[in-house]
């Protein structure tokens, strides 16, 4: 289908019944291009006032949403799918624009199709589905299981079903509230908004004000697919309007990304004036071990993709490796030296960069701080941890990914979430002693093991306290398989059909059938 894919963003950074707009406030926000460090835009943030009147609209556009069936919205998130599969390239290239990440990262289908038959990467790589193209994948599997999950249910009564029986209905919960993350902004939208809208509901998203162009190019795609206007809206703004979307009576839902920090705070607002669902996806500080008995080259592909993919700016990232002592000395020579060959630095329209920019000046600030720390704390800094200005893009917010030894368990870089490309190697010598060490910490969103003894991986994946574990592979992501943390990293999933039945709520309906009732009294 013919689609524009706008080439910046001045036609504004809202999306409000049904069209991109430029939005008002009298406060703004600067928009950067994390690749040039350029500001690109200053962005209106929307008052409570500017909040209430999206939301209003979204309650206003839901009832001819909802009362359509599952298969009738269906047709709609499909063709919004195929608009993205067709316009796969320059949406991948806007995605770059706002979020800094490598193109062949942002395009690819799955993370397969970047690798070379020489790549050390390759087998691991069969099952990431990656960005854009899995954006679409997305929108396809919660249109196709809609019409089975969300049937209801008919249950026999006491007396039989020639007296009384009784039925359930699922039934979307109104007007949505969602509040998304700047490193994958494209898809952690999407992972929000296809549940929610192939449920029946209307939406309110809220980007990160660090990458805010990608969910208004979703409702583009989504209007250009067929969605009726107002049904998704986007607002933008920092936490006082994340916090008057939390609030807001008319908001039935609250899906949040971020750190814990505002994690709490958004839960906290959630609960203020009205009572609602929160599913809260929130930081990670996972983990991941390799036994000695694992095949080097395998266990150094997965620390690859455990900590650089996307600037090391992925929530489940395992920046602590844990390395049995019997190839400690093996596995860190070969990790060093395959960081040096494939982690090219540089701008990320270009084809052969595998390390863009991040996110913006103070977060790879934050990043140098805790190389600075682990120095400080007597760590080593075998390759990276500085900030480099590749040919063109100077002013950039690039760094050279960081590989250290020397910490303990109580360091600042070990105990905390980096979100940056730093791979911290800790030596281990036994199962029960790693099981324990893994488990020490306050999150609980991935972890992974690394072994040939099959049953030595499912026996510890069992005891790790982590939404999802990886054997024998890292970070891959599934549409259909559930998608959430432990402890400190949130409550709820996102992906799989829990998802979707999250954005609805249970109805149960008493049917009497005699022709006569008596009462007890």
Sequence with gaps: MSFFVPSDVSGGLYFLDGNRVKGEGEATFPVYEP????????CPIASPAVVDSAVRSAAAAFPEWGTKTELERAQVLHKAAGIIRDNLEEIARAEVRCNGKPIYEARAERAADCATEADCCSFLM?????????SADTLDYMAGIAPAVLQGDSMDLPGGPLTRFAYTRREPLGVVGCIGAWNYPFQTCMWKVAPALAAGNAVVYKPSPFAPASPVLLGEILTAAGLPAGVYQVIQGEGETGQALCEHPLVRKLSFTGSVATGQKVQQACAAKNIKPVTLELGGKSALVIFDDSEVKSAVAASMLANFLNQGQVCTNATRVFVQRGILEEF???????ANEKLVVGDPQNEDTRVGANINEGHLNRILGFVESAKAEGGTVLRGGVRV?????????????????GLNDESNAVRNEIFGACCLILPFDSEEEVIRRVNNTTFGLAAGVFSKNLARCHRIAAQLEAGT???????DTEVNVPFGGFKNSGHGRENCPDTLKAYTQTKAIYVNVQDSLEHCF
């Design 389 to 405: 200005q590749p040919a063109g893009v100077e002013n950039g917010f690039y760094l050279d990914p960081a590989i250290i030894t």
């Design 126 to 134: 069969l099952t990431f589905a990656v960005d854009i193209a899995s």
């Design 332 to 338: 860190t020579n070969a990790l060093v030296k395959e």
């Design 35 to 42: 690749r040039s460090g350029a500001v690109v835009a200053q």
């Design 469 to 475: 574990v990886f054997c024998n592979s890292y970070n």
